[in-house]
């Protein structure tokens, strides 16, 4: 049997702005359990104990209500707008005999060719939707990149599927490309001819121009 983090729990008994509030303040977080046919239950996460378990690497949980254990996913989370604080959590509760859609995160493996030869690394998406049972929830997929040349790109249809998941991700998006480095036009350096010959045009052109100046004005004289 697969390990699942353990997240403790407890009944929340106030509910409304006011009764999260007061939560919130005593450093927890309100959550709902819910299952489908099932009524929600309103539940009180401990805010350090909820961040580990989400940094823990797993996706699965395992909490006890009303003294029996049952394995949950967290649905979703809600943030503060300001300080990125979570301030609700929906616990979904799975079935190990039932799949589960869930998102993985992906990490690459190697360094790219092109990154290589000078290319730019350019990832375009960081987690998969993934179809499978609990118990194959994988910590992330592995995708290795070390043949991917400037100018091409791999697409979720070019991820080696693991056994037991699905991938719901639409094939055809891009996962991640190595585009061509930016080219850097230099200023061209002036010699000191130029900048002589410059000055030697910018002469003649002021002389002329005096010349042209003093004409005029003996015609008007005569």
Not at 7 to 15: A, C, H, N, S, Y
Not at 16 to 21: C, L, Q, V
Not at 101 to 121: D, L, Q, R, W
């Amino acid at each position: 049997m697969p390990h699942y983090e353990k997240l403790e729990v407890m009944p929340r008994e106030f509910t409304g702005s006011k009764g999260a509030k007061a939560l919130r303040k005593a450093g927890k977080v309100p959550a709902v359990y819910y299952f489908h046919g099932q009524e929600n239950i309103n539940l009180a996460i401990d805010r350090k104990a909820l961040l580990k378990a989400l940094h823990s690497g797993h996706h699965i949980y395992e909490i006890n209500i009303n003294g029996k254990q049952q394995f949950v996913m967290v649905k979703e989370l809600q943030f503060h707008p300001v300080t990125d604080e979570i301030i609700h959590a929906d616990l979904l509760r799975v079935r190990r005999s039932e799949k589960i859609t869930i998102s993985v995160p992906i990490e690459f493996e190697g360094e790219a060719a092109g990154v290589k030869a000078g290319g730019v690394f350019m990832q375009n998406l960081t987690f998969l939707e993934v179809n499978c049972f609990p118990t194959d929830v994988p910590d992330n997929i592995t995708v290795d990149v070390s043949e991917l040349e400037i100018n091409h790109s791999l697409t979720v249809a070019d991820i080696p599927v693991p056994e037991g998941l699905e991938i719901i991700t639409p094939s055809e998006l891009t996962l991640v490309s190595v585009q061509p480095p930016k080219v850097t036009v230099e200023a061209e350096e002036v010699t000191e001819a130029e900048v002589e010959a410059g000055l030697e045009e910018e002469t003649a052109v002021d002389t002329s121009a005096a010349a042209r100046d003093s004409a005029e004005e003996t015609s008007e004289k005569s």
